[in-house]
């Protein structure tokens, strides 16, 4: 029978920078589209991108991604390396290669939103004679790389929220909030993360499951040693400077020659949380977690883990990433992981949300303990709005990782603390995130209309000189 849930393997995925909504999500529909087509093979197509990928799409590379995506390339396999490079400036018509096609293309910036979702694609194709393959076929980006098509929208407006659908068994806990989560875990003895791999190996099986985290770790930390190592300025035309390299040199030495350590750990929780948007913002390979804005969190605070806890071992890191992606499911079950759709709230908020969970458990946190260390984390992020400068991921997104990795380990400490009750519960901030980005005012959400991104004066759609 089928089942709509998401999985720890969508939520936490591999792809590139510098946007889930903006960058994977849109080559995933463009992917999608030319499947859609079957055996027919276009020789022409034309892409509108409304809403806020038009208003942002340059300085998030929507438009190269979305061509990408068109001749072949997916999230895995693109690279910065590939042409058109990021910050190369794309004609609105033209024509490109892939490895499996090359075709003609047209790309159209019309920052009216469509009613359904402020991330709208709409693709139209036609073959070599010019004979119609399809017109008008929309797809919706919906945040962190996850994508819906016209009747997944639809359908979507009726449920919950959940925009993934498998063809298994019924999961054993299915579970779509905290309240529910917490009696699952009380009633059967479990861990969240135990709730979580039951279910997961339901869908695709433990090995398979077990596989997927372990490279997500890895690309993790390749993710982190790359940012640490790289040198250079961010493309984009802000002219922001990696501070990652500088930053773990100072800290190494100073580290070496200390004593006493104080707070070394928050400098180093930085450091990680830099080196990986920065990697980001150079378009370069990360894990959406549980998107790209806000990737910079989950592996800071595993880093920290990893570094300043003892005992953290690859079957930790799984139970960390199981215990998160319960709480990722949740927030995007009842509100939103789109920071087009409520703001940087459901971004950073998530991710420090679900960072703080993960790292409560591997303490021994008792599943109320994680769920309060989750609501801390996202309720001290309501209200966040979505501002990037010049349209780009980098400021202020690259800093609010940092902040956000920090919160993460502020709120996991001080849930370890208490004995898991709570007032406020992490559903009641969900409903709140969720009904406060239904209140926020758009140019406040992901468009580069409010907030720092006009404070500071800079067009939004800033190409390189």
Known sequence: MSQNTVSVVDLFSIGIGPSSSHTVGP???A?????????????????????????????HGTDRAVLLGLVGYTPQTASADVAPVPGEEIPSTG???????????????????????????IFSAWDAGGAALAEGAEYFSVGGGFILDRPGMEAKAGESGITTTYDTPVIPFEFHSAAELMRLCSEHGLSIAEVMRANEEALHGWVVVRDHLDRVWDVMQECVARGLKSEGTLPGGLNVTRRAPRLHRLLTAEYEASTARGLDAMEWVNLYALAVNEENAAHGQIVTAPTNGAAGIIPAVMHYCRDFTDGFTPVRAREFLLTAAAIGVIIKTNASISGAEVGCQ????????????????IL??????????????????????CDPVGGLVQVPCIERNAIGGVKAINAARLAKLGDGTNIVT????????????RDMMTKYKETSMGGLAVQLGLPVNITEC
């Open 27 to 29: 080559m995933r529909a």
């Open 31 to 59: 992917i999608a589209f030319v499947d859609s087509l079957g055996a027919a093979e276009p020789a022409r197509v034309k892409v509108e991108l409304r809403g806020s990928l038009a208003a942002t799409g340059v300085g």
């Open 95 to 121: 024509r490109i290669g892939g490895p499996e096609r090359s075709l003609d293309y047209e790309v159209v910036f019309d920052a009216t939103p469509v009613a359904e979702h402020p991330n709208c694609l």
């Open 346 to 361: 459901g971004e950073v908020g998530s991710a420090s949300s679900m960072a703080a969970a993960g790292m409560c458990a």
């Open 364 to 385: 021994g946190g008792t599943p109320q303990q994680v769920e309060n260390a989750a609501e801390i984390a996202l309720e001290h992020n309501l209200g966040l709005t």
């Open 426 to 437: 992490l559903d009641d901030v969900v409903e709140t995130m969720a009904a406060t980005g």
